[in-house]
């Protein structure tokens, strides 16, 4: 049972533009959020995070939205630029044995960023 | 500061061999997370080390183990390999404390053939 879906498995968007990627999450019990950017090659690069208790944190060009009524995420990348063209991971956890690093991520979506 | 540190980053080996994974943390950072990438289950939650314990545990059988040691650089041991072991596992660290996101390193490429 995936409980993070990221519905979309690639984006394709022109360099300037908005790139949106969206996330769904089935747990309940999930209250901490996180991107993650990966490249071939590498390991996953952390962006930003959200915490349930607010609806929305911005980091730069990058901006995350929860809608916990909707057990939604999304993150917004404005402008996008051609280097932003990776693989984004959705992540999320609940608090256990005192920490939130049990992370269940996403399956992913391929954003392409075009010139 | 110098990233998370993975060795090594191929590996290929037989099956029912056993294999050690290295991971040394970020400078500071006190948990130590592994986790497990397959083409087929994305990314996947081994364990959790914080101060040399094992704070969170996920859904792998017992073959897959790991120990953090006192300046917390992290292990993990996979006994009797199956095919099905081949992935890519990434090691991460955070400063240990909610809400710190975690850094993870570039991954060890494990083939079982």
């Known amino acids: 049972d995936q409980q993070v879906k990221q519905n979309s498995p690639s984006l394709s968007v022109q360099e300037g533009r908005i790139s949106i990627l969206n996330c769904d999450y089935t747990n309940s019990m999930f209250d901490y959020f996180l991107w993650y950017k990966k490249y071939p090659a590498e390991g996953p690069t952390f962006l930003i995070s959200i915490s349930s208790i607010k609806d929305k944190n911005e980091d730069g060009r990058f901006t995350v939205f929860l809608n916990k009524s909707a057990k939604h995420l999304s993150l917004h990348i404005v402008p996008s630029q051609p280097g932003d063209s990776a693989v984004y991971f959705c992540?999320?956890?609940?608090?256990?044995?005192?920490?939130?690093?049990?992370?269940?991520f996403g399956k992913g979506t391929l954003l392409t960023v075009n010139p | 500061k110098a990233g998370v540190t993975q060795t090594p980053r191929y590996l290929i080996k037989t099956r029912g061999q056993q294999v050690t994974l290295s991971c040394s943390p970020i400078s500071g950072h006190r948990s130590v997370s592994w986790y497990q990438q397959t083409p087929g289950q994305g990314l996947q939650f081994l364990f959790e080390y914080f101060s040399e314990t094992q704070r969170n545990k996920g859904n792998f059988p017992g073959r897959f183990s790991g120990r953090q040691f006192s300046n917390s650089r992290s292990e993990m041991n996979v006994s009797t390999l199956e095919l099905g072991d081949s992935a890519l596992y990434l090691c991460?660290?955070?400063?240990?404390?909610?809400?710190?996101?975690?850094?993870f390193g570039n991954g060890t490429r494990l083939t079982v053939t």
């Open positions: 991460a660290s955070s400063e240990g404390g909610l809400g710190s996101p975690l850094h």
């Open positions: 992540a999320a956890s609940a608090k256990s044995g005192g920490s939130n690093y049990k992370l269940t």
